[in-house]
């Protein structure tokens, strides 16, 4: 299946009286390119591999889609094309010399984020809520077309966007804290809901136990997965870029960027949850195979 397939999860939706999630899509906002020692980790310095490195791997950029009875959710936003038609989209000196070199985009006119709902029907007016597993800029990029929502972003990532030069780290304050845009800050509650255990802080999104956001730290400060709960499906986890390929977490194969012992403990959180939920479908933001495994369910 192409990177930039659109999948939907909707050819047997549950749809019993009372159900809460109707169904979940994926779509992709065009395709980018990252360094095989960012994705598969490394233990090469990372400015080598940055300015030397050889081997590219393509790797979609997903938009999590949720019908929920109250509303559209969206999970992350995607990259904004202007990464392709703007000159100036980069930070001058060696912050933009290195984001150049980081990654590689290749978004299509018809790869934005307005362009994909409307082949799943729906248009970005329907989108009622957005929550963005972190802040980085392939996350963050459409923001501008769904300012009229409600977007959820935790209160670290926030934090950290509002310091010094959160730039440097692929977040650009210049695009998510736009005018007129309805961010909300979360705060972490305890959880008690002894199923979501080892997690032991969650986020109930909708009040209904339908979506809850767990803090899953190491790739960015603050980001974090949402659980989706279907009646009659697999639960599902989608766990941003914890890592690049669901695979690689019983592997404990690390990405070559963020912090390593966060990321370890994370693993072993969302692990401890799959073996708990041995149904459970777990889906990385830049993972080729998540459109096609989310079609299975």
Do not use: C
């Not at 979501?196 to 400060?221: C, I, K, Q, R």
Request: net charge negative; glycine share 8%; hydrophobic share 40%.
């Amino acid at each position: 299946m192409s990177v930039n397939a659109i999948s939907k999860s909707s050819e047997r939706p549950s749809r019993e009286t009372g159900s809460l999630v109707k169904s979940v899509s994926v779509i992709s906002t065009g395709t980018g390119e990252g360094h095989w020692e960012h994705i598969h980790g490394s233990r090469k310095p990372a400015l080598w591999w940055i300015f030397f490195g050889k081997r590219w791997v393509k790797l979609p950029l997903n938009v999590f889609v949720i019908e929920h009875s109250n509303g559209l959710v969206l999970f992350d936003a995607g990259q904004d094309r202007a990464v392709m038609t703007n000159p100036d989209y980069w930070p001058e000196g060696i912050t933009g010399t290195i984001m150049r070199n980081l990654f590689r985009f290749d978004i299509g006119p018809d790869e934005t984020l307005s362009m994909q709902l409307e082949k799943l029907g729906y248009s970005t007016a329907d989108v009622s809520t957005a929550v963005f597993s972190h802040l980085h800029l392939d996350h963050t990029g459409s923001i501008g077309e769904i300012l009229h929502a409600d977007l959820i972003v935790s209160n670290e990532a926030w934090e950290h966007m509002l310091g010094l030069h959160p730039e440097r780290e692929a977040v650009f304050r210049r695009d998510i804290e736009l005018p007129g845009a309805k961010w909300q800050q979360i705060d972490f509650e305890p959880a008690d809901d002894p199923s979501l255990a080892p997690f032991e802080y969650a986020y109930d999104l909708m009040g209904d136990g339908s979506m809850v956001l767990l803090p899953t730290p190491g790739h960015g400060v603050g980001s974090i997965s949402m659980l989706v709960r279907r009646d009659s499906s697999p639960p599902l986890l989608l766990i941003g870029d914890l890592t690049y390929r669901t695979e690689f977490l019983e592997r404990f194969q690390f990405p070559g960027t963020g912090d390593k012992k966060k990321l370890r403990a994370s693993f072993e959180k969302v692990l401890a949850l799959k073996k708990r939920m041995p149904d459970l479908v777990i889906l990385a933001s830049h993972d080729p195979g998540a459109a096609e495994a989310l079609s299975r369910f």
